[in-house]
Nanobody
């Protein structure tokens, strides 16, 4: 059974940092791109960042460019999201997902809550 488990969320003051992790089990995802998404209360889920299977290509939403960094360790089946200079508007539940087809994400985790206080 495929499972993605996010961790690393928490409460942080504006300007602070957090590092999220997503561990995949039940299958090897080293050949797939991985993505991070987030959903704030009352809002739709939105794309945050993506990393190719080879780690040579990364993409970010404009709202996080220069502040967030996505990376992965294929040997550990883990993808990370380093979040710096956090803002209150970054408050959301963060999810990781596997891009099984171009621009199609399947196998979602349950998410980890990130709360940024002003």
């Amino acid at each position: 059974q495929v499972q993605l488990v996010e961790s690393g969320g928490g409460l942080v003051q504006a300007g602070g940092s957090l590092r999220l992790s997503c561990v995949a089990s039940g299958r090897t995802f080293s050949a797939y791109a991985m993505g991070w998404f987030r959903q704030a209360p009352g809002k739709e889920r939105e794309f945050v960042a993506r990393i190719s299977w080879s780690t040579r290509s990364t993409n970010y939403d404009d709202s996080v460019k220069g502040r967030f960094t996505i990376s992965r360790d294929n040997a550990k089946n883990t993808v990370y999201l380093q979040m710096n200079s956090l803002k209150p508007e970054d408050t959301a539940v963060y999810y990781c997902a596997v891009e099984t087809e171009p621009n199609e994400y399947n196998f979602w985790g349950r998410g980890t809550q990130v709360t940024v206080s002003s």
